[in-house]
């Protein structure tokens, strides 16, 4: 099973609107958890950490249920500059990154 | 500061042969790892050093071999390339144990034939 399960989409969605990823863990013993946003042929790059109250950076809200083990991306007012791949990733330990595979994302015109 | 550096950017091997993807940074990070990117499978991480002369294992090492001799560099070595290693490679750094912002290089795309 992975470590991480994300639904690889695609979500196209029109400018403005409003678009939630959700990500699954499967290890209880998580400790860390991150979005991170990848654009086309280059290098992933740290979007936001994510915290067990929930975290807001401008329009990017994330929550974290450690119940449920998942982790939530909220976009709010979506810009194309959005369109890229969001992976959720998880530490078990403080050195191994466990990435999931990605949710694309494309905001129309 | 050039941050993590990886070359080269793009790679053609023949099955059977040996090649490294360099990796260096110049932030004076501890720990330094490799993953490699394929469709559908996610970013997955091969090998990983949390100082210089300290190695391990991480999810997909068969094939590949590492080294940290010093703080910058951690090279990648694949002895006998397979086709089954066509990905693209990312190097990363941390500053440390508790660190979590992992810099990554702009990544090596290897195509073995």
């Known amino acids: 099973r992975k470590e991480v399960e994300q639904d690889p989409g695609p979500f196209n969605v029109p400018e403005g609107a409003t678009v939630a990823f959700n990500c699954t863990y499967s290890n209880s013993a998580s400790q860390s958890f991150f979005w991170y946003r990848q654009d086309c042929r280059k290098e992933p790059k740290l979007l936001m950490s994510v915290y067990s109250s929930g975290n807001e950076d401008g329009r990017f809200t994330a929550q974290l249920n450690r119940a449920s083990q998942y982790i939530s991306l909220l976009i709010r007012d979506s810009k194309l500059s959005d369109s890229a791949t969001y992976l959720c990733?998880?530490?078990?330990?403080?050195?191994?990154?466990?990435f999931g595979t990605g949710t694309s994302l494309t905001v129309i015109p | 500061n050039a941050g993590v550096t990886q070359t080269p950017k793009f790679q053609v091997l023949k099955t059977g042969q040996s090649m490294t993807l360099q990796c260096a940074q110049d932030?004076?990070?501890?720990?330094m790892s490799w993953y490699r990117q394929d469709p559908g499978m996610g970013l997955r991480l091969i090998h990983y050093s949390v100082g210089a002369g300290i190695t391990d294992q991480g999810e997909v090492p068969n094939g590949y071999n590492v080294s940290r001799s010093t703080t910058e560099d951690f090279p990648l070595r694949l002895l006998s390339a397979a086709p089954s290693q066509t990905s693209v490679y990312f190097c990363a750094s941390l500053p440390g144990p508790g660190a979590n912002v992992l810099t990554f290089g702009a990544g090596s795309r290897l195509t073995v034939l």
């Open positions: 990733v998880v530490t078990i330990t403080g050195n191994q990154f466990y």
């Open positions: 932030m004076n990070h501890e720990y």
